[in-house]
T-cell receptor, first 115, second 112 residues
């Protein structure tokens, strides 16, 4: 069974803290994505990566950075968390050849609260 | 440019009655279209996808969607709702590169 695993389901952090959200996939997918999900706004793309050490900005990259040192792992970093980054964060992966047109496989999400 | 509009934020049906979740899209390319479902506290799961083959697409759990180019619509239907269908549903358009646009979502309530 294919799997995308997000290590933390629920996090509570203080304003200004550095936050790491980890995502691991076991499907040997080249593409990995970080989305933010907010009620009434659907999913918005923060960053994506199509290869190890490669990263591209999505629609809302401000305040975030990412790291992809290994094919199976894609990390989202909040350098200095702010209250407006309180949200659900979803990681996804897909096969390289599908680009953005193939099926996305999602993790179960990390719900971050910043106080 | 691409966009997607889910016409209803909430839909409520009784168990055993039909489900209709509406989606309109806009795309400069010949788009790929998807419906995903998200159950509470879960990630999203693919229900079905359209990629320019048959216009009527069948998915999992008895769902299907029809691509209507003239109406720029991709509505999701199911003949008979089940309690387990209660979830949030997302219409998605994708057309080139990594540009995937998600609709705002439609929450489906199923009454016993």
């Amino acid at each position: 069974d294919v799997k995308v695993t997000q290590s933390s389901r629920y996090l509570v952090k203080r304003t200004g803290e550095k936050v790491f959200l980890e995502c691991v996939q076991d499907m040997d997918h080249e593409n990995m994505f970080w989305y933010r999900q907010d009620p009434g706004l659907g999913l918005r793309l923060i960053y994506f990566s199509y290869d190890v050490k490669m990263k591209e900005k999505g629609d809302i990259p401000e305040g975030y950075s990412v790291s992809r040192e290994k094919k199976e792992r894609f990390s989202l970093i909040l350098e200095s968390a702010s209250t407006n980054q309180t949200s659900m964060y979803l990681c996804a992966s897909s096969l390289w050849e599908t680009g953005g047109t193939g099926e996305l496989f999602f993790g179960e999400g990390s719900r971050l609260t910043v106080l | 440019a691409q966009s997607v509009t889910q016409l209803d934020s909430h839909v409520s049906v009784s168990e055993g009655t039909p489900v209709l979740l509406r989606c309109n899209y806009s795309s400069s390319y010949s788009p790929s279209l998807f419906w995903y479902v998200q159950h509470p506290n879960k990630g999203l799961q693919l229900l079905l996808k359209y990629t320019s083959a048959a216009t009527l697409v069948k998915g999992i759990n008895g769902f299907e969607a029809e691509f209507k180019k003239s109406e720029t619509s991709f509505h999701l239907t199911k003949p008979s709702a089940h309690m387990s269908d209660a979830a949030e549903y997302f219409c998605v358009v994708s057309g080139g590169g990594f540009k995937t646009i998600f609709g705002a979502g439609t929450r489906l309530f199923v009454k016993a």
